[in-house]
């Protein structure tokens, strides 16, 4: 009898659905974790393309192929897309994935809500992807919907709003079960100073959400009130102010920034000591230097903004602001610097990108310092510098982080090693191309090309061809990664437990590919189990 009871409980505990109800009401976190990562792929693919209409239609001066109006769509909805779209889903479903199995819980606090939270955002870009065959076209006045500008939208600027509603309540809700199971489901022994960086990041990420996007939702609310319902809190003729506009958007908008970036940082704090067979050099300054990133980057939002008109005090204060956060940041790349130094260093995928993201992460990182130096930004502002500087920090900053989270986790998701000499060859061609895109808009910015033209002056083709050219090449080189992600799945070497030789953490300790319920009975943790 009690051995019937046994069976059936872990039959009860270890059992799978199927089918498509599988999927659609899951409450698994690894099952929403790849949930969030496939849609984070096909939205990936979709802002891609976008970007490739942009790339074609820049390739030489004059109209080629598409009209302004429709190329202004394609910057505006390409942004929307890849920032909440691809990277944030990303980062929340690598959340999803390893958060509880890295701390000893068996899922996330909130199950439901976590399915819910993942199911809204399909419905949300089915409403800002639908724009497209509205009346007056899709969205085109920027991805930061500047006021007078936007409000000239046809039928689509209620749908971009909800649209924007809808992915600041997943958002929230995905932050709120991330800080719950973080603060209440540790296993014994895992205080938060034994904690993986890549929780760390994602519980001071969380905070962020919190604070930040229900300040988008007040700014587009607003627009909304001011086009439909006769209020003036950007319309200066019934005594609003446009620029009242910036101020709220950017006050999102900063620490937006690093709400992509942060998960990148956790991801490589990770990699890198792994790779080097080195503790993490500094683990407490990396945990504070993360907090204080956060803290400060609710302070510098109106560098953005230095032309609008500010007084000089102003300009001054966020000057200086935005130099101060220079530092903490410094602070964690010299610490991933001291980690690998004079360790025993391989270079296998997922190391080759996160050496990627601190080398070229920091070529975004100077050329905003430049930026933030207010007299001289008058000169990049607006134009194809500013361009360079965000993309270096957004695709090798904070993608290829990403990209090396998918190398070093999806053996232990799978249970199968991946194609080494494949991932290096996306690593390569995904790197030279990625230069050879984004380098060049620094020259056009600083002989100014402006930023969103669809049309240009010819002294400006020469460097805009080449950048077309990485733009394709970068474009292409993604295919590999989806072909060795499927090769994976369907199998291959089978990977060990641990699967790289110098990886420390719970999750090392779990079978691969894991079982579907992780840890039944929580793990005591203690230093030599915790991150080492």
């Given at each position: 009898m009690s051995e019937a009871v046994i069976h059936d409980d872990h039959h009860d505990h270890d059992h799978k659905p199927t089918g498509i109800g599988r999927w659609l009401f899951?409450?698994?976190?690894?099952?929403?974790?790849?949930?969030?990562?496939?849609?984070?792929?096909?939205?990936?693919?979709?802002?891609?393309?976008?970007a490739l209409v942009i790339r074609a239609e820049l390739f030489q001066p004059g109209l080629q192929y598409v009209d302004p109006q429709f190329f202004n769509s394609m910057t505006t909805v390409h942004a929307l897309v890849m920032i909440f779209?691809?990277?944030?889903?990303?980062?929340?479903?690598?959340?999803?994935?390893?958060?509880?199995?890295?701390?000893?819980?068996?899922?996330?606090?909130?199950?439901?809500?976590?399915?819910?939270?993942?199911?809204?955002?399909?419905?949300?870009?089915?409403?800002?992807?639908?724009?497209?065959?509205?009346?007056?076209?899709?969205?085109?006045?920027?991805?930061?919907?500047?006021?007078?500008?936007?409000?000239?939208?046809?039928?689509?600027?209620?749908?971009?709003?909800?649209?924007?509603?809808?992915?600041?309540?997943?958002?929230?809700?995905?932050?709120?079960?991330?800080?719950?199971?973080v603060f209440n489901m540790r296993a014994p022994g895992m205080t938060f100073m034994r904690l993986p960086l890549f929780v760390w990041t994602w519980i001071i990420t969380a905070f962020l959400l919190i604070a930040s996007m229900p300040v988008l939702a007040g700014a587009v609310t607003m627009l909304l009130t001011d086009a439909y319902f006769g209020?003036?809190?950007?319309?200066?003729?019934?005594?609003?102010?446009?620029?009242?506009?910036?101020?709220i958007f950017w006050f999102f908008g900063h620490p937006e920034v690093y709400i992509l970036v942060l998960p990148s940082f956790g991801i490589i704090s990770q990699i890198i000591p792994t790779f080097s067979r080195k503790p993490l050099f500094g683990y407490a300054s990396m945990v504070y230097a993360t907090a204080?990133?956060?803290?400060?980057?609710?302070?510098?939002?109106?560098?953005?903004?230095?032309?609008?008109?500010?007084?000089l005090t102003g300009e001054l204060f966020f000057m200086y602001a935005t130099m101060s956060?220079?530092?903490?940041?410094?602070?964690?790349?010299?610490?991933?610097?001291?980690?690998?130094?004079?360790?025993?260093?391989?270079?296998?995928?997922?190391?080759?990108?996160?050496?990627?993201?601190?080398?070229?992460?920091s070529i975004g990182g100077f050329t905003g310092v430049m930026m933030g130096i207010t007299p001289v930004d008058f000169q990049y502002h607006d134009t194809y510098f500013i361009v360079a500087h965000f993309h270096y920090v957004l695709v090798p900053g904070?993608?290829?982080?990403?990209?090396?989270?998918?190398?070093?986790?999806?053996?232990?998701?799978?249970?199968?090693?991946?194609?080494?000499?494949?991932?290096?060859?996306?690593?390569?061609?995904s790197t030279i191309s990625v230069n050879v895109l984004f380098f060049p808009m620094h020259f056009l910015g600083l002989a100014g090309m402006p930023r969103r033209i669809p049309d240009y002056n010819v002294q400006f083709t020469d460097w805009n061809q080449v950048a077309s050219v990485g733009g394709f090449a970068f474009g292409l080189s993604q295919l590999i990664l989806v072909w060795v992600?499927?090769?994976?799945?369907?199998?291959?070497?089978?990977?060990?437990?641990?699967?790289?030789?110098?990886?420390?953490?719970?999750?090392?300790?779990?079978?691969?590919?894991?079982?579907?319920?992780s840890f039944t009975t929580p793990p005591q943790v203690t230093d030599a189990t915790a991150h080492s």
């Open positions: 899951s409450t698994n976190h690894k099952d929403i974790g790849t949930m969030y990562m496939v849609f984070a792929l096909i939205m990936f693919f979709i802002g891609g393309a976008m779209g691809a990277v944030m889903p990303a980062g929340v479903g690598l959340a999803n994935w390893m958060i509880p199995i890295m701390i000893g819980a068996p899922d996330m606090a909130m199950p439901r809500m976590n399915n819910m939270s993942f199911w809204i955002l399909p419905f949300a870009f089915t409403l800002l992807l639908s724009t497209f065959f509205m009346q007056g076209g899709a969205p085109a006045g920027g991805w930061t919907m500047y006021p007078p500008l936007v409000l000239q939208l046809g039928d689509a600027l209620p749908f971009l709003i909800f649209a924007v509603h809808f992915l600041g309540v997943s958002s929230i809700m995905g932050a709120i079960n991330i800080i719950a199971t209020t003036s809190f950007f319309n200066a003729a019934g005594g609003g102010d446009p620029v009242l506009f910036q101020h204080a990133i956060a803290f400060l980057s609710f302070f510098v939002w109106a560098h953005h903004m230095f032309t609008v008109g500010m007084p956060i220079a530092v903490p940041t410094g602070v964690k790349i010299f610490n991933w610097m001291a980690t690998m130094w004079r360790g025993s260093m391989t270079f296998e995928t997922p190391m080759l990108f996160s050496i990627g993201v601190l080398f070229m992460f904070i993608i290829y982080g990403i990209f090396a989270g998918v190398y070093y986790w999806l053996p232990k998701w799978t249970g199968n090693m991946y194609d080494e000499k494949l991932g290096k060859l996306h690593f390569w061609t992600v499927i090769k994976c799945v369907r199998g291959g070497e089978k990977a060990t437990d641990q699967v790289w030789e110098g990886a420390h953490g719970l999750e090392w300790t779990l079978s691969s590919p894991p079982p579907f319920h």
